[in-house]
């Protein structure tokens, strides 16, 4: 049997789900592969979307118009707004889902979809023909033929899970690894390595002793992941907090020797910023204690999820850590933590579009480039199934600059810098955080993403109203007189400077410990101007007044990132043999042959090219 389709997307989980949506609703009759329908958009790990940098990729992702967003808040049993204490460039939204009905309304969504067909099989074979990926053949025969081949396979590619000395092949708990397909793809040039991440034990909550814990509760504002979606209509549940005490830490030392990661069973590199409960022993040894956060999996299960103690060590040696906690020293267990390794690309052989710069035509996104997370996951799946979408077309390619948004310093990172480790997102990793906000995601990428086919017509109006509310809520504080007879007594209540002179709503507004809501409560006309305040309307409020309050440092932000543009306006791709090129340095040179870099400013930001190479390479440009 052989099918023919547009586009290919290999893997159903937040990679290729976010992929294959994209790509159909661009017009691309597209086919999503998956071992099994009935786990699309599994949460392998923890059931929870967001976090801090994270969160922003998600709302990048719903701009853009992608799913991620509106799942999340379907299924959403707990949301909270992370770093609200700090500036609004760290606000970072974070939601726990319901396991189960994540899944169902990820697979309802994909259903919804004009253009997209899904097929239950194993993709065993990529089909090249004159260099180009143009398939695949599965486990059981069948070929499907495409113009764009997308491969979103996570953890499956060869994979193999570890607890203690035990080691079961599988991609992810009592699921299959799949065999051959990474083979298939690094015989045509394609670099391969192994990583490894891991999960901690579930646990019955009928056991647990929630009295000893601390209760985490969530938020119920207008905040939500996404910009057009319904409120969260779930029943909101508490997380717990406790920490691990030192008769914990004896308890798993007294298993090290089992344990995958330090007898030399685990190969591969795990991830830094979440590593397991053991390493973080062996790392942080003078610690007395860990935190850990014991969070609901769904809104009718007795299962919990003990975020902070992923472990592969013995079960034996977990469950008796376990138990010396002493809101836990009764827990059952649903299943053990585990360790797993997997094959990844390398990244660096990747155009910025996603697509393989060794094999025309194949794209790849998520772990399988190498990053962990959800979010990095969903982020570059969207830019994988826009541009596969456009290479049908025989379009330009669709990529994101670095400060544009928080996927396009994922992708260039990745692109241009290469993985060692499982690569998550930070705040930090952004130069220009200020101009990467949660609340402006739609200002920087939904009109791009309509113009594109992605985004539908309603989302854009949507937009354009807010963008209009927006400019008129500001423009209402620009023009606003104030005298200082008629505010001095309140704000002197607030604790503020009172005016000396007359000046404009929007000055105050840019004072650091005053609210617009605070103003609004001694001010009448900007009452009236903010009343009824629907969610829609407190988020209009608040993206008006988060751009008046810091309107200066975002201008200083984009003058700098305007400065870069010059260099990123510089194209190098086939204008230097590196090889030949002495005046450089031998590292600069070796990495400049090895990736390749489309202009001079990707150049800059690969680790070992320095700033006079780049300086070199200007000079001989000018030549």
């Not at 030392?253 to 991830?271: C, E, K, M, V, W």
């Amino acid at each position: 049997m052989t099918y023919q389709y547009d586009v290919l997307v290999i893997g159903g989980g937040h990679a290729g789900c976010e992929a294959a949506s994209a790509s159909a609703r661009m017009g691309a009759k597209t086919c999503l592969i998956t071992m099994d329908m009935n786990k699309i958009g599994q949460m392998s790990c923890n059931p929870a979307v967001g976090g801090i940098a994270k969160g922003q990729i998600v709302r990048e992702i719903d701009a853009l118009g992608g799913e991620m967003g509106h799942v999340t808040d379907a299924t959403s049993i707990q949301f909270r707004m992370l770093n609200k204490g700090k500036g609004p460039a760290v606000w970072s939204p974070r939601a726990q889902c319901d396991r189960e009905k994540f899944i169902t309304t990820w697979r309802e969504t994909l259903d919804r979809i004009d253009l997209l067909d899904i097929w239950q099989d194993q993709a065993e074979e990529l089909i090249v023909e004159n260099g180009e990926a143009v398939g695949v053949r599965t486990m059981w025969g069948v070929e499907f033929r495409a113009k764009s081949v997308v491969v979103t396979a996570g953890t499956f590619l060869n994979g193999l899970m570890h607890i203690g000395r035990k080691m079961v092949e599988g991609g992810r708990c009592s699921e299959p690894a799949v065999h051959h397909f990474s083979e298939s793809i690094a015989r045509h040039g394609i670099s391969v390595s192994r990583m490894k991440t891991g999960t901690p034990v579930r646990i019955d909550k009928r056991s647990v002793h929630f009295d000893l814990m601390e209760e985490q509760p969530g938020e119920n504002d207008f905040h939500q992941f996404s910009y057009m979606g319904g409120r969260r209509r779930l029943e909101q549940l508490p997380c717990w907090t406790c920490y691990t005490n030192a008769e914990v830490h004896e308890a798993l030392r007294t298993g090290l020797a089992d344990s995958p990661l330090f007898n030399g069973q685990i190969q591969s590199t795990g991830p830094r910023y979440c590593p397991s409960i053991e390493t973080k022993l062996v790392t942080f040894p003078d610690k007395d204690q860990h935190p850990l956060f014991l969070e609901p999996e769904g809104e009718n299960t007795n299962e919990m999820y003990l975020n902070g103690f992923s472990s592969s060590m013995p079960m034996e040696v977990q469950l008796r850590a376990l138990h010396k906690i002493p809101a836990l020293r009764d827990a059952k267990i649903y299943r053990a933590g585990y360790a797993i390794e997997y094959d990844y690309f390398d990244p660096t052989q990747l155009k910025h579009s996603l697509e393989s710069k060794v094999v025309p035509g194949l794209f790849f996104a998520g772990q399988v480039n190498g990053t962990t997370g959800y979010e990095e996951a969903g982020g570059q799946g969207m830019v994988a199934g826009i541009n596969a979408a456009l290479r049908c077309a025989g379009s330009e390619p669709f990529v994101m600059r670095r400060d544009e948004s928080y996927i396009g310093v994922l992708i260039d990172d990745l692109t241009t810098k290469g993985v060692d480790e499982p690569y998550r997102m930070f705040t930090s990793r952004a130069e220009y955080r200020i101009l990467l906000r949660q609340d402006d995601a739609d200002a920087r990428l939904t009109e791009k993403a309509y113009h594109l086919g992605v985004a539908d017509k309603a989302r854009y109006v949507w937009w354009i109203e807010k963008k209009k509310a927006i400019d008129e809520l500001m423009t209402f504080c620009k023009e606003l007189p104030i005298k200082p007879n008629e505010i001095n007594g309140a704000l002197e209540a607030l604790g503020t400077t009172p005016l000396r002179a007359g000046c404009k709503l929007i000055d105050l507004i840019a004072r650091p410990h005053i609210s617009l809501d605070q103003l609004a409560e001694i001010i009448p006309s900007l009452r009236e101007k903010l009343d009824s305040p629907t969610n829609r309307k407190q988020e209009i409020a608040e993206a008006a007044e988060i751009k008046m309050k810091y309107q200066g440092y975002i201008d200083r932000e984009r003058l700098i990132a305007d400065k870069m543009h010059r260099l990123e306006n510089i194209k190098i791709k086939g204008r230097f043999d590196y090889s030949q090129l002495h005046e450089i340095s031998t590292e600069g040179r070796q990495k400049l042959q090895r990736i390749d870099p489309d202009t001079l400013a990707e150049a800059s930001r690969i680790p070992g090219v320095s700033p006079s190479d780049i300086n070199v390479m200007l000079v001989l440009l000018g030549r």
